[in-house]
Structures are given as structure tokens and as C-alpha cells.
Nanobody, 125 residues
Framework: QVQMVESGGGFVQAGESLTLSCTAS??????????MAWFRQVPGAEREWISC????????NYADSVRGRFTVSRDMEKNTLFLQMNTLKPNDTAMYYC????????????????WGRGTQVTVSS
């Protein structure tokens, strides 16, 4: 089964930056025709959608909680999804997951075909 693999999480101070990356465990999964998203989750809470990049026109969408601080991008040649996180806050602390949506599907907060295992981001005050 194809799985996404995130990296780049860590422990930082408030105001600092991190960049998360996401690739597929199987090379057969191409991101080319798929919208890609980032979610995050803290213990005891529902998984929160935070960003998505569409597959066809590259339009990017963000949750209000991260707009202006986070930037989603993708490298088609490297089949990699990124999340640049700036001006991190303690309430950004969470497990971050990348998500691959079905082929040709638009960005969606619920229609996920593949999930990553998650990478932990911890922001201290």
C-alpha cells in the first residue's frame, strides 16, 4: 500500500520557521494529476485541514489560522510536497500530515486517498 512520508518536523521556538516535506513511499504514485493537502492534529482533537494545492492550476488555499504564515508548494520533478511554516506559534504545535487526493479531484477537506504517517512539530513559547 502506498503511503506518504513526511519529514522536517522538529522542536522550535516561537517565531522561528520550519519546512515540511512529503514524498510517496512508492515511486509509482505520481502527484502530477492530484491535489495535495496538509492537515494537523493535536491529541484529543479532530484532524484540522490547513492547506491545499490544486492539481491543475496550482491554486493554493489556506485555513485562516495559517494564512499569511504558511506556504504550500510542490516540486513535480521530485514528486514532493512542501509546507513552509514561518512565524510559528505555540498553538501550531501538532502532528502534521500530508494527504493525496484522488486523481483529477479538486481540493477537498475530506476526500483523501492516501495519508502520511505524520511529522511532529513542537513550538515553545
Amino acid at each position: 500500500q502506498v503511503q506518504m512520508v513526511e519529514s522536517g518536523g522538529g522542536f522550535v521556538q516561537a517565531g522561528e520557521s520550519l519546512t515540511l516535506s512529503c514524498t510517496a513511499s512508492e515511486s509509482e504514485l505520481s502527484f502530477t494529476w492530484r491535489a495535495m493537502a496538509w492537515f494537523r492534529q493535536v491529541p484529543g482533537a479532530e484532524r484540522e485541514w490547513i492547506s491545499c494545492i490544486s492539481w491543475n492550476d496550482g491554486i493554493k488555499n489556506y485555513a485562516d489560522s495559517v494564512r499569511g504564515r504558511f506556504t504550500v508548494s510542490r516540486d513535480m520533478e521530485k514528486n514532493t510536497l512542501f509546507l513552509q511554516m514561518n512565524t510559528l506559534k505555540p498553538n501550531d504545535t501538532a502532528m502534521y500530515y500530508c494527504a493525496v487526493q484522488p486523481k483529477y479531484a479538486p481540493c477537498s477537506r475530506s476526500n483523501v486517498e492516501y495519508w502520511g504517517r505524520g511529522t511532529q512539530v513542537t513550538v515553545s513559547s
